[in-house]
């Protein structure tokens, strides 16, 4: 029998032997334990060598897949990156704008042409500010156990999919997104049909997804 307290709760759970390795789901609080080997008072030379031992995330320089919850990630959207051509054309929009409305009183001209250059600076300015708040609108977060969305900025939610439960990971890019380096991630857990997790704008999906992937069992 294998005896250990849960990482979050430390209510005492007891298994089998050959359990080893593998994940567990404390009945208590329902997070997700790494079972040790048989009583971890042995020494390193005794632990089985399992491929269900094997600590991937560990190896690629993250933090453990054991032991209490950790942050890995938090991975806010693109600002700039996602919408380069749109941003770079609002920006030059806005740069039009200022130079004409200081122009407009240094030549005399007639201020009626105020009426074109400066709702292009406001309504430049407006979009920068709209996409600034877009991309604050929503984050993924990736834990040791979990991958978190947080949406909204005044009122939170979240919704998360546990790493064990995880069917599918999809990756969607545009052919400008990828071009940027850009992408939709979308996670789909074994609970549920459809895509449970998904966010646009995140930079570098396949890094994201290469980090959820240690922490899956495979
Ligand atoms: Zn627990």
């Known amino acids: 029998m294998i005896r250990f307290n849960c990482d979050r709760c430390d209510m005492e759970i007891e298994l089998d032997d050959e359990l080893a390795g593998t994940k567990h789901e ?39 897949d054991f032991g209490p919850e950790v942050r890995v990630q938090l991975v806010r959207r693109c600002w700039f990156r996602s919408r380069a051509i749109r941003f770079s054309l609002v920006v030059l929009m806005i740069l039009v704008g200022l130079i004409g409305s200081i122009w407009v009183p240094i030549s005399n001209k007639n201020m009626l042409w105020w009426a074109l250059f400066v709702p292009m600076v406001l309504g430049g300015v407006g979009l920068l500010v709209w996409w600034w708040i877009d991309r604050l609108a929503a984050s993924i977060e990736i834990t040791t156990k979990r991958t978190i969305m947080h949406r909204g900025i005044f009122s939170k939610s979240s919704s998360e999919v546990v790493h064990d439960n995880i069917r599918n990971i999809q990756i969607e890019q545009t ?32 890094n994201l997804r290469k980090i959820i992937d240690l922490y899956r069992p495979l």
């Open 26 to 64: 404390c009945l208590g609080c329902g997070d997700i334990n790494r079972v040790p080997a048989e009583n971890s008072k042995s020494d390193e030379d005794a632990l089985p060598v399992d491929s269900k031992m094997r600590d991937r995330a560990a190896e690629a320089g993250f933090p453990a």
């Open 175 to 206: 052919f400008l997104q990828r071009m940027m380096g850009v992408g939709k991630l979308g996670i789909s857990s074994s609970g549920q049909d459809g895509i449970e997790l998904q966010v646009n704008h995140l930079k570098d999906p396949d």
